[in-house]
């Protein structure tokens, strides 16, 4: 079964810093490898979305790289700003059919 | 266009009740994936469901069920409800076109308390 950590699970970065989130996965054998934020009470965001046959993918500021082989994912926040804290969530889909393997989070904190 | 709704939006039942939760889809959308959140377990996969048919299943007992209408709408029922069934239930739709890779929109969710 597919365990998917995040570390760390709490983080705390001053307005403009630039940060990096973590994940790794137990089996490489993924279909793609998705990012989400989630703000207090609500659902997901869907953030990027990597395909199993691509490297990274880049939104705004943001940018998301795969490396399968290694079983890691790293998103990558420039100038953060305060309207990015929120609980960042990776999930691996092993089969293409919308069932996701979520990670427990990195609470993330941008202080003004 | 609207996103994904999810009603009720909070509710309260006691141990022994049976629930049923309802999920709306994005127009067009065929996919419905159903999510439990709890402090203790995080994220956890219930059930997907494309064209009215359960197409994968999480480890969760029979006493999880779902299905789907002809309009894409879902529902999941949970019957003999326990106090570990305490949690935020989130309703995720996507397209779904074969080969494509799909990104899933999340519903608010439902928070449900079992007393």
């Known amino acids: 079964k597919q365990e998917v950590t995040q570390i760390p699970a709490a983080l705390s970065v001053p307005e403009g810093e630039n940060l990096v989130l973590n994940c790794s996965f137990t089996?490489?054998?993924?279909?793609?490898l998705q990012w989400f934020r989630q703000d207090p009470g609500k659902g997901l965001t869907s953030l990027l979305l990597?395909?199993?046959?691509?490297r990274e993918q880049t939104s705004g500021r943001l940018n998301a790289s795969l490396d399968k082989s290694s079983g890691r994912s790293t998103l990558y926040i420039a100038a953060s700003q305060p309207g990015d804290s929120a609980t960042y969530l990776c999930?691996?889909?092993?089969?293409?059919?919308?069932?996701?393997?979520f990670g427990t989070g990195t609470r993330l904190t941008v202080i003004p | 266009k609207a996103g994904v709704t999810q009603t009720p939006r909070y509710l309260i039942k006691t141990r022994g009740q049976q629930v049923t939760l309802s999920c709306s889809p994005i127009?067009?959308?065929?996919?419905v994936s159903w999510y439990q959140q709890t402090p203790g377990q995080g994220l956890q996969f219930l059930f997907e469901y494309f064209s009215e048919t359960q197409r994968n299943k999480g480890n969760f007992p029979g006493r999880f069920s779902g299905r789907q209408f002809s309009n894409s709408r879902s529902e999941m029922n949970v019957s003999t409800l326990e106090l570990g069934d305490s949690a935020l239930y989130l309703c995720?739709?996507?397209?779904?076109?074969?080969?494509?890779?799909?990104?899933?929109?999340f519903g608010p969710g439902t928070r449900l308390t079992v007393l």
């Open positions: 995720a739709s996507s397209l779904f076109i074969k080969g494509n890779t799909d990104t899933q929109y």
């Open positions: 999930a691996s889909d092993q089969t293409g059919a919308n069932n996701l393997f």
């Open positions: 990597i395909q199993s046959s691509q």
């Open positions: 127009s067009g959308h065929r996919s």
């Open positions: 089996d490489s054998a993924i279909y793609n």
